[in-house]
């Protein structure tokens, strides 16, 4: 137990429900009536390799001391003084309240690393709650879903950057005093210059999950990337029933490799172990960064590739294609052109995507795949300035401004990065829901062009101008 987190935040946000996840029971009373949970209650936490202490505690109030819910917010200070990371949590759905803002305030004069969570993510107009919680100054909202477990992979990462590796996972507990000294030093800096440009780090281990159809090869590739049988390969389909995990070290970075249970669609699932396995390894995807799409060559683009890179790049995850079994190609630079043509028509959300030949019997291209993936990750957490971006913008306007709507012209008025991992864009224009989905289609690949982002997805959001002044009646 390494270190101790707190949930903070006002009533009703969900903190309860985040802390059964967290500790794997339902300790914690949850309802949707505000103010459920009084006393703080601390219990062991895991979340994937990182274990810890986690503290729920009462919602946030403004209340007089001596009143009841003054001693429920006495509570909550002491478990800020008590935490060495700070899980602040809003409600995306619902947006900010005035609470919010209030409560920002006191957590960040704490001076305690904060994660920001944005919880019930999952909910239609939550969109809008994301955007609103970077008002608060504490950095980039991790979107997740206590209730139905979505976004813990984020939540997870953005707990190791806060702290830093050696404190998040309890190793030379002296030193890591300096990592997070340095962690918050570094958080501070993007704070307060959004048009940094942070330089890629290579010492982060990389999470890379292997999937594809049964029998495509992804056990047999998983070995000769590792140089030894780690894995049990064979002819027949199915053999991997759960995700494996292993650990590798690639010309000196740490790799994770995930090892997952061949992908059938689901007419064809009729046993609940297989169906076990096939979740299990959705799991495995939604914890990586890197997702190796891994494609008999013999018979590639099968509907259920084309449904599996779907789910990845929905999932927001970086897709890799490696065409597998290439030494049993007799026509290898027919092919070669035939499936360069098909991945661009038919993968057109990752335009770009790379896409590599290789024999996981013979060992050809292995490095160029992992070469690949490197490349790809680098791209997943590419963040260009907002100067760059809004005079790449400049430029798309001039030449091509969006189109006029029931003879109205919409106008854009300015283009930011909200996020990396995949990279997502927040464009500022005066009716986002009139705007044509062709129109921002053109947006995201003139960006993916310009700041040479291909194969990844991108996210880009459309929201409202604020106009202070906007429905009040003019004076005469």
Not at 191 to 201: L, Q, R, W
Not at 306 to 335: T, Y
Request: charged content about 30%; glycine content about 8%.
């Amino acid at each position: 137990m390494g270190f101790k987190v707190a949930i903070i935040g006002r009533p009703n946000v969900g903190k309860s429900t985040l802390f059964n996840r967290l500790v794997g029971k339902k300790l914690a009373l949850v309802d949707d009536t505000p103010g459920v949970t009084r006393d703080r209650r601390v219990h062991a936490a895991k979340l994937y390799d990182l274990h810890f202490d986690v503290i729920d505690t009462a919602g946030f109030e403004d209340a007089a001391a001596s009143t009841l819910p003054g001693r429920m917010r006495q509570q909550t200070e002491i478990a800020i003084r008590e935490a060495d990371l700070i899980f602040f949590t809003v409600d995306a759905k619902s947006g900010l309240l005035p609470d919010d803002r209030t409560f920002a305030e006191i957590v960040r004069k704490s001076g305690k690393p904060v994660v920001l969570v944005a919880n019930k993510a999952e909910a239609r107009g939550a969109q809008g709650g994301m955007l609103e919680a970077w008002e608060l100054g504490l950095g980039e909202p991790i979107p997740v879903s206590a209730e139905h477990g979505q976004g813990m992979p984020d939540l997870r990462d953005a707990v190791i950057e806060a702290l830093g590796e050696e404190r998040a996972f309890g190793e030379d507990e002296e030193d890591g005093s300096d990592e997070i000294a340095a962690s918050e030093v570094l958080i501070g800096e993007d704070i307060a210059d959004p048009d940094a440009e942070p330089a890629y780090d290579e010492t982060k281990p990389l999470r890379i999950a292997v999937v594809g159809r049964p029998n495509a090869g992804k056990s047999t590739l998983i070995n000769a990337l590792i140089g030894e049988e780690r894995l049990l390969t064979g002819p027949e389909a199915g053999i991997t029933r759960d995700s494996i995990s292993v650990d590798w070290d690639w010309r000196g970075r740490r790799i994770k490799l995930f090892d997952t249970a061949g992908m059938r669609r689901k007419s064809r699932i009729h046993e609940k172990l297989e169906v076990l396995s096939v979740q299990d390894g959705l799991r495995a995807i939604r914890f990586a960064e890197i997702v190796v799409i891994v494609l008999d060559a013999t018979i590639p683009f099968e509907k259920q590739d084309l449904q599996i890179a779907d789910l990845i790049i929905r999932e927001g995850r970086a897709p890799v294609i490696a065409f597998n079994k290439w030494d049993l190609i007799d026509n290898p630079q027919e092919l070669l052109a035939e499936l360069r043509e098909k991945t661009e028509r038919l993968l057109p959300q990752a335009r770009g995507i790379q896409a590599v030949t290789v024999s996981a019997e013979t060992g050809r291209g292995l490095d160029r795949l992992m070469e690949s993936v490197i490349k790809t990750h680098k791209v997943w957490n590419n963040r260009v300035s907002t100067g760059k971006l809004n005079r790449w913008l400049e430029g798309i306007l001039a030449h091509h401004p969006p189109p006029a709507v029931a003879g109205r012209r919409l106008k854009i008025k300015y283009v930011t990065q909200a996020k990396t991992r995949p990279p997502g864009f927040v464009v500022s224009c005066s009716r986002p829901d009139a705007m044509p989905q062709s129109y921002v289609r053109y947006l995201t690949n003139s960006l993916r062009e310009a700041f040479d982002m291909p194969g990844v997805p991108i996210r880009m959001a459309l929201r409202t101008s604020d106009n202070p002044f906007a429905g009040r009646a003019k004076k005469r």
